[in-house]
């Protein structure tokens, strides 16, 4: 697990996909992550387990 978290368990694609669905990739683009509120890495991170949880579903159809 520890490598896991090294190399990053979403990718950077999927990190901007969702960052620019949630309306904070231009404070991403000048920022970094560290500029982007908590609240909002947390909705990222919702959005994310959303996604994976409805990819799940169709695969299993």
Known sequence: MIMARRRGIMSE???WELAKEL???D?????????VPSRQC???VR???EKAE???V????
């Not at 404070?27 to 500029?35: H, L, M, P, Q, S």
């Not at 169709?58 to 159809?61: A, D, H, L, P, V």
């Open 27 to 35: 404070t991403v683009a000048t920022e970094g992550w560290g500029g």
């Open 58 to 61: 169709n695969n299993q159809s």
């Open 42 to 44: 947390g909705n990222l």
């Open 13 to 15: 694609a999927l990190k």
């Open 54 to 56: 409805q990819a799940l």
């Open 23 to 25: 309306g904070v990739a």
């Open 47 to 49: 959005l994310a387990i």
